[in-house]
Nanobody
């Protein structure tokens, strides 16, 4: 069983920075791909960024050049560094994990709210 716990959300002004963290428990962390999703009010949940077991990354076009995903396998933690944030980045951000050696994201955290003021 995989449990994910996000932290680091909050209120930030447009143009500012924020770093989200997600600590994972359960089976071997390094065997899993990790991702950050977000869901804004009245919108569908969307993929923000993902990172493979070997460290390859993928980003939504809307955050490329501003956000960076990284992982620390020794700490069972994945991060999302958010720079130059915009009001449209306001959403609940969810950490997600695949199963061992899988590519489908099937485990979810409870989410952390990020609010960007203009």
């Amino acid at each position: 069983q995989v449990e994910l716990l996000e932290s680091g959300g909050g209120l930030v002004q447009a143009g500012g920075s924020l770093r989200l963290s997600c600590v994972a428990s359960g089976p071997i962390f390094s065997n899993r791909a990790m991702a950050w999703y977000r869901q804004a009010p009245r919108k569908q949940r969307e993929l923000v960024a993902s990172i493979t077991r070997s460290g390859g990354t993928n980003y939504a076009d809307s955050v490329k050049g501003r956000f960076a995903i990284s992982r620390d396998n020794a700490k069972n933690t994945v991060y999302l560094q958010m720079n130059t944030v915009k009001p449209e980045d306001t959403a609940v951000y969810y950490c997600s994990s695949s199963g061992d050696f899988e590519t489908v994201f099937r485990y979810w955290g409870q989410g952390t709210q990020v609010t960007v003021s203009s």
